[in-house]
């Protein structure tokens, strides 16, 4: 089964080492999962003291073998082909030469810029606008296409400036950024206090083990005192019946000897 993935939608990012911060060079997947060119994690582990992934710091014990990762190594290579297609074959995707505007996320060639957005700032050629767009889309009023940048309190909605002049007009509105932080510290303080939580009742749950570690060792301790007592009055009772039968023993004697004295008396 086959299958073609357009390259012309994809981030740039997904084909970049973050050693190098370019399009990948013999790709090698590691054991946490993440990508580095073979060449670019093996200096880096030569340089360090603890053999670590550079991006989660997940520590190993020895080096993992590295071997090419094929399908990263041909999706990179199809990336490259693209890249050179498009700038040979469309005139708005050719290198910026001196005093044109580039591309600021090409990393290898850098292609001349198609457009410069107005609200991030940042220039893209023909290929990494779409994406841009499509992401900028999800920033934008669908009314008025204005940037939204403010928050509506009352309806609890992102807004635009002119939205604040026509349905907003009357509502509570504030800077995007400030709600942005106030939310943000509100998720900060509401972690915090499940933090808070979680340690009460880790700290809850130590008492209580710890309290059955002391309820268990009293009752090992009564059950070893209490076995001491029936031990000692097991042996007192098997003394006493001792004590008991020698007492009787000694009267059956004395009563047959008194009967005998009788017996003989009798005779004479």
């Not at 600021?104 to 893209?124: G, R």
Request: proline share 3%.
């Amino acid at each position: 089964m086959s299958f073609i993935v357009k390259i012309d939608l994809m981030y740039e990012e997904q084909f970049l080492c973050s050693i190098c911060l370019d399009v990948f060079t013999e790709p090698v997947s590691i054991q946490c999962g993440h990508n580095f060119c073979m060449a670019c994690i093996r200096k880096y582990w030569d340089s360090k003291d603890l053999c670590q992934c550079p991006m989660c710091k997940k520590t190993f014990d020895k080096r993992p073998d590295l071997f090419i990762n094929t399908f990263i190594s041909e999706m990179a290579a199809q990336f490259r082909k693209s890249v050179k297609r498009k700038a040979t074959s469309s005139p708005d995707q050719c290198p910026a030469k001196p005093g044109e505007v580039s591309c600021e996320i090409c990393t290898e060639t850098k292609l001349k810029a198609l457009k410069s957005c107005l609200v991030c700032l940042t220039s893209y050629c023909e290929t990494h606008l779409e994406p841009h767009q499509i992401n900028l889309e999800d920033r934008m009023c669908r009314t008025h296409e204005r940037l939204l940048e403010l928050f509506c309190k009352t309806d609890q909605m992102c807004v635009c400036v002119l939205c604040i002049k026509t349905d907003h007009k009357t509502h509570y509105t504030v800077p995007l950024e400030e709600e942005f932080g106030a939310r943000k510290g509100k998720i900060g303080k509401t972690e915090a206090e499940v933090h808070q939580k979680i340690q009460e009742r880790l700290k809850k749950a130590q008492e209580i083990k710890h309290s059955v570690q002391l309820s268990k060792r009293d009752t090992e301790r009564e059950i070893a005192d209490s076995a001491q007592v029936l031990t000692a009055l097991v042996c007192s009772n098997e003394t006493n019946q001792a004590e008991l039968i020698d007492v009787i023993e000694k009267k059956q004697k004395a009563a047959e000897r008194q009967a005998e004295g009788l017996i003989k008396a009798g005779n004479h």
